[in-house]
């Protein structure tokens, strides 16, 4: 579907799956992510609140484009603390494909923030922290990145972050909804990251530059945006949130609509999968470590002892007896 490559738009939708993409006339690199049944699993599975979902599902939507457009091994993870109504929210996303994600949140706060009209996944999120952490695994060092959310929600707190530790000019995009079928109501969520990557720094650093970072003295309109990342970053924004989450319409179709004046490369389609990477044998290894005494602590009133994942809800039970 570029110039040079005549192959037709595909009208084949991909769920559950990253779509890396390129519009090289623009120095642009992005993702699509486009998530069905493994997000409509992971919320269903929590049973949690609509509000509470809906912030969940950006949260995913967002960790697999991270993860995925950092092409690194391993382990990706974020995660928010903040003083919201949801005050604590943790996403892995494991490569190449594994997606499992959790959310704490008061009841009675919700209850309060949607009787008062209140209860956007930005005032939900509140203010607080973001933090990203990229685990590659075996010796490599991890790597691990903070943010401020300021009330804002998570788009606005992952432009910050492109902005402030990447100085990568980006857009980042997220949407979650229900779509109602013959059998009921199912999660969807999607997401589109876009970032300006041409190969001279300079100008991606002058394309990064926020009104306020002009050296003193330098009159504001000595510096002007680059004109490419002006283009890019525009046609993102004009994608609307029906858009990302429509069943109806394939990755390639949404793309191509953004950027074909400009001619889109789209490459192979990445899945994902929720997948928790839980185990019998990592939760009995965790459960060795504590002492007799507080193991004998965790025993239920049915003689074992009980655990539950919270991010998959899966409980296992073991013999207290089997720790010797
Ligand atoms: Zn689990």
Do not use: N
């Amino acid at each position: 579907m570029t110039g040079g490559d005549s192959r037709p738009v595909s009208d084949q939708t991909i769920d559950d799956a990253v779509l890396p993409f390129a519009v090289e006339a623009l120095d642009l690199r992005g993702c699509l992510v486009r998530l069905g049944p493994s997000i409509d699993g992971i919320l269903s599975r929590h049973g949690y609140p609509p509000p509470v979902a809906r912030l969940l599902g950006e949260a995913a939507a967002l960790t697999v484009l991270l993860g995925s457009s950092l092409k690194q091994q391993g382990r990706f993870q974020l995660q928010a603390r903040t003083d919201g109504v949801v005050d604590m929210i943790v996403v892995d996303f494991d490569s190449p494909d594994r997606l499992r994600a959790f959310a704490r949140f008061d009841a009675e706060r919700l209850a309060a923030a949607e009787a008062g009209g209140a209860a956007s996944s930005a005032q939900l999120l509140g203010a607080g922290h973001l933090g990203f952490t990229i685990d590659p695994g075996g010796a490599m060092q991890r790597y691990q990145g903070v943010v401020a959310v300021s009330g804002e929600g998570l788009e606005a707190a992952a432009h910050e972050y492109f902005h402030r530790s990447e100085q990568i000019p980006t857009l980042v995009r997220l949407a979650v909804g229900q779509i109602v079928t013959a059998g009921g109501p199912h999660w969807r969520a999607g997401g589109l990251i876009v970032q300006f990557l041409p190969e001279s720094y300079e100008r991606r650093r002058q394309a990064d530059l926020h009104p306020g970072d002009a050296p003193e003295g330098t009159p504001a309109h000595d510096i002007a945006e680059d004109e490419a990342w002006i283009e890019g970053r525009s046609h993102a924004a004009t994608v609307e949130d029906h858009e990302l989450i429509d069943p109806s319409l394939s990755g390639e179709r949404l793309l191509y609509r953004l950027y074909h004046e400009r001619g889109v490369r789209v490459f192979a389609a990445e899945e994902v999968r929720d997948q928790c990477r839980c185990s019998t044998d990592s939760i009995r290894a965790m459960l060795q470590r504590f002492t007799p005494q507080e193991r004998a602590d965790m025993i239920g009133d049915d003689g074992m002892i009980g655990v539950t994942c919270e991010f998959c809800s899966q409980k296992r039970e073991f013999d207290p007896k089997a720790f010797g």
